[in-house]
């Protein structure tokens, strides 16, 4: 058989939003014929993440996957109550003193390291004098993102993304104390000193950014910015064989083409009580038919109240014929890969935004936290979506959007042509970025062949 090209060590951070990018290049990197070292931080935040691990393990036995016990750390040391940024913190203390004990007896040595960029700052030093190794990032936000946190602490002006200013940066980086913010500062200004950056995005949907980025306009001494996005999808397997087809999807089977809003706000943010109220108020004023996947608390585990007393006034027995509403996770992709799918109202989360390019999905832009909000500013650039009128920061938290918002943004969104035909051209752009001949496809192959020599 013939050689493996490369050998690549990944190590991916906290969050599915910062795992699922991961997985999906390794499972890209396999198909390609590298050969990949997994290295997986233990134990986990979220029951998602250990789910997505193990599914991928037993759908992608050839990966190797190596276990980073973390060391003890005491949060109470650390400026923040946020799970995901205490674990950022975690891996980032303990990496330096674990990888070199689980890299250095590899046969063959790995020729590249990828870590996630909230890791920058503490691996890309080991990874070099220490390990020896070249050192790249996995961007898992957008190209936009990429030139904020590289420019950070400057937060406007930023060459190529001009929607991004005071008002759409997230509010924690205003608390220069706050972990996040020293977290995001240290790892922007690693950027420069690694081998290169990788981000989920492609060249039709971030052009601007792309080409600042790559011309030196955001940071001077950048390194190579390759976009390689959108990464594609893992395979739906577990334990090898195929699952039965989710409820949602036999429920989307049953609803007319084009006619569905899929709402989400992601893996780790949780609507108000009182919000869920008016968007559930708001969508059955709207009369669309509907499916709302619903998170109340942060982390998973920690959620465990049934549906009934979230709304509790007969609407789900009002909206049953049209609307469906699920607790659990459930399979994004495949949902808005769904042809009855047609808008996504969406936190942003950057794989989400993804996910809906690829599957040519309108996005009402309703960002909560982090880069949402910028992330919101590239779909509005690309047309494939819409702000929700009247946002601001803390809408669906502390500030109330009344149902009427909620019922005319839908409205307006469905209605209008415009933003399903840029939806629609984006996707394509996707579908061709990669593959073969495609700049996104061209930029990963470009990567491994530096990896292989
Ligand atoms: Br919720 C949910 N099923 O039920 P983002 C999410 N996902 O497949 P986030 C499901 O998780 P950060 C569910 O398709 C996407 O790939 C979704 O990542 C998938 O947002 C991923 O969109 C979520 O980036 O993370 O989780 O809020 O804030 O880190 O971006």
Request: charged share 20%; proline share 6%.
């Amino acid at each position: 058989a013939p050689q493996p090209s490369a050998h690549v060590a990944l190590l991916p951070s906290a969050g599915m939003g910062h795992l699922t990018p991961f997985l999906r290049l390794a499972s890209s990197l396999v198909s390609l014929d590298c050969h990949v070292t997994l290295l997986r931080p233990l134990p986990v935040v979220s029951s998602a993440e250990s789910l997505q691990f193990s599914d991928f393990l037993s759908s992608h036995p050839t990966v190797h996957c190596l276990d980073l016990h973390l060391l003890p750390f005491d949060p109470s040391s650390a400026n923040s109550t946020d799970p995901f940024f205490l674990q950022f913190e975690s891996i980032s203390r303990s990496a330096p003193v674990l990888l070199p004990q689980l890299l250095d007896p590899l046969e063959p040595k790995p020729s590249a390291l990828v870590t996630d960029i909230s890791l920058a700052s503490s691996v890309a030093p080991v990874s070099r004098a220490r390990l020896h190794l070249p050192c790249f990032v996995l961007f898992t936000a957008s190209a936009s993102m990429l030139s904020f946190c590289a420019s950070f602490p400057k937060t406007d002006n930023i060459p190529g993304s001009p929607f991004i200013d005071r008002l759409t940066i997230p509010p924690v980086l205003r608390d220069p104390n706050n972990l996040f913010t020293q977290q995001f500062s240290n790892n922007g200004a690693t950027l420069a000193a690694t081998d290169g950056v990788l981000v989920n995005t492609f060249d039709a949907l971030e052009p601007r950014a792309l080409a600042a980025l790559n011309r030196g306009e955001v940071l001077e001494g950048l390194p190579r910015v390759s976009a390689i996005g959108p990464l594609m999808p893992l395979e739906r397997k577990r334990g090898g064989s195929a699952r039965a087809r989710a409820r949602e999807l036999e429920w989307l089977d049953g609803q007319p083409e084009r006619s569905v809003v899929y709402v989400s706000f992601g893996s780790r943010t949780a609507l108000s009580e009182a919000q869920i109220k008016e968007l559930a108020r708001g969508l059955e004023r709207s009369g669309f038919r509907f499916m709302w996947v619903i998170k109340t608390k942060v982390v998973d585990k920690e959620d465990e109240e049934g549906l009934e007393g979230l709304f509790g006034d007969g609407f789900m027995e009002r909206v049953k014929e049209r609307g469906l509403v699920v607790k659990d996770w459930v399979e994004q992709e495949e949902i808005l890969a769904h042809g009855a799918v047609t808008v996504f109202m969406s936190h942003c989360g950057w794989n989400s935004v993804t996910e809906a390019a690829m599957h040519g999905v309108r996005v009402l832009a309703w960002p909560r936290i982090g880069d949402q909000r910028i992330n919101a500013g590239v779909v509005e650039a690309a047309g494939m979506g819409r702000l929700l009128k009247g946002w601001e920061w803390g809408c669906g938290g502390e500030k109330v959007v009344a149902g009427e918002v909620v019922e005319e943004a839908l409205r307006e969104i469905m209605e209008d042509a415009s933003v399903g035909a840029c939806a629609a051209r984006v996707r394509e752009e996707a579908v061709r970025t990669v593959g073969v001949g495609g700049s996104s496809h061209e930029s990963l192959a470009g990567l491994i062949e530096k990896w292989s020599k």
